[in-house]
């Protein structure tokens, strides 16, 4: 038996030496794969990063008062999709094909058809970071003025776009959507920049 487990062992080392290169890529290979991020990527078959510079702004708002993205944990969570600058409603994207999951997956937010909500340490305190629709308080999505009636999380945004996540009395729609339509969104510079595939260049 003892030597049987020698010889066993034996073999298992030399393979690992002599394969030791092929076996660490496919365990670092394997590891991206399961990056949350990198899924999204291959979900939605987004472009190589770069091809595209969009400027967006978006809003959310439980009853009166505004989620804020300003907070450094909100900035720069995604190469492809994100808030920089410490501004919580401008919306950088800088690829094609890629939709709001990946902006709202980057700073922990789910939006379920009822439900917005936020995570903290990769879970959700169901007392204060879950909004929910109630009797007189519905959840409503919004994209330049006008009822957004599908999934708000898989909408691709384009140049210039203003989306409202409203969650709260239809009385203060009107009120949010005047202040959305009153955001300075900046222009994508007519020289697109020569980006780095490690960099995320503002």
């Known amino acids: 038996m003892a030597i049987a487990f020698v010889v066993i062992s034996i073999g298992f080392f030399s393979y690992y030496f002599l394969n ?11 590891t991206l794969n399961r990056d949350p991020e990198q899924e999204l990527v291959r979900k939605y078959n987004v472009g190589k990063y770069g091809s595209e510079h969009t400027h967006a702004a978006i809003v959310f708002f439980v009853d009166d008062k505004q989620l804020n993205f300003g907070k450094a944990q909100f900035q720069l969570a995604s190469r492809y999709i994100h808030f920089e600058n410490h501004n919580p409603v401008i919306i950088h994207k800088h690829a094609t094909n890629v939709p709001l999951e990946m902006l709202f997956s980057s700073v922990g937010i789910q939006v379920t058809p009822d439900c917005i909500l936020l995570k903290s340490d990769k879970s959700f305190d169901t007392k204060k970071d879950r909004f929910c ?70």
């Not at 030791?20 to 394997?30: A, G, L, M, P, V």
């Not at 203003?162 to 959305?180: D, M, Q, T």
Request: charged letters at 25%; glycine letters at 2%; hydrophobic letters at 35%.
């Open 20 to 30: 030791q290169t092929e076996i660490d890529s496919r365990i670092i290979q394997n």
């Open 133 to 202: 629709t109630e009797q007189n308080k519905s959840l409503l999505f919004f994209v330049n003025g006008e009822p957004y009636h599908s999934d708000i999380s898989q909408y691709v945004i384009e140049e210039n776009d203003r989306i409202l996540v409203f969650l709260g009395e239809e009385k203060l729609i009107s009120k949010n959507l005047a202040y959305l339509k009153s955001m300075k969104i900046p222009n994508v510079p007519k020289k697109i920049p020569q980006h780095s595939e490690n960099e995320i260049f503002i």
